[in-house]
């Protein structure tokens, strides 16, 4: 599945540079991806308003392609790239990326989806020589911005990726404009905005792809 706002009103008092993009592979049936690489789906145009993806594929819709998902702020398209990730707050709390490409959802809208369900994480990494592998996290969700948009996961499953994402549990978000970590001389600042490692620290990535999925 692949999501990418389409803007009918306005998400935030100010407009976010880059389209906003979700998108999920065929072989993980029913999941949102957070961050990847991929080429752009069909666009699928439906008058059917649903929260998340379990509701398009409940609806009989079982193709990968994008769909529309309804949220507080309106209706948001769930749809390369050298994409900056280093960005100020207003950005990842908003989203940010291009279509087909690299993306970042934005964390409010995160923290809508991942609040009204339980949801499993799981978390696919691959590195420059075709090594995959891959982590999930039973339960996944993000608080509000009033709380940081702290982190919640728990129920680690490894598939070879490691666990990169428990010690961070409970943890708020932080950029360069915002630190919220607990780190001396602060985090952020040192490593810049990671949300997974695989191997160590500074190991090249070619992808990470995060997806969700409701548990009920």
């Known amino acids: 599945m692949h999501l990418s706002p389409e803007h009918s ?7 976010a540079p880059d ?6 592979e065929a ?15 069909p666009v699928l145009t439906d008058t059917a308003v649903v929260k998340d993806c379990s509701d398009v594929y409940a609806s009989g819709y079982k193709t990968s392609g994008v769909y529309l998902v309804s949220s507080t702020y309106g209706q948001v398209k ?4 050298e994409v900056n990730f280093y960005r100020p707050w207003w950005s990842y709390k908003w989203g940010f990326g291009n279509k087909g490409g690299e993306y970042w959802q934005g964390l409010e809208f995160l923290h809508q989806l991942t609040s009204k369900h339980q949801y499993r994480l ?10 995959k592998a891959y982590s999930v ?4 969700s993000v608080s509000s911005e009033a709380d940081g948009y702290k982190l919640h996961v728990s129920g680690f499953l490894n598939a070879g990726a490691g666990d990169s994402l428990t010690y961070h549990n409970l943890m708020k978000f932080s950029t360069f404009d ?5 780190a001396e001389g602060g985090a952020m600042m040192s490593t810049g ?7 160590n620290n500074w190991f090249s990535l070619k992808s990470i792809t995060m997806k969700i999925r409701r548990e009920n």
């Open 9 to 15: 009103q306005n998400l935030s008092p100010y407009s």
């Open 19 to 24: 389209p906003l993009s979700w998108t999920s």
């Open 27 to 41: 072989m993980i049936t029913n999941m949102i991806v957070l961050l990847f690489v991929s080429a752009l789906f």
């Open 78 to 81: 769930v749809y390369y790239g």
């Open 122 to 131: 799981r978390v696919d990494v691959e590195d420059f020589n075709g090594q």
């Open 137 to 140: 996290y039973k339960f996944f």
């Open 178 to 182: 915002k630190d919220q970590d607990n």
């Open 193 to 199: 905005v990671n949300w997974y490692y695989w191997k």
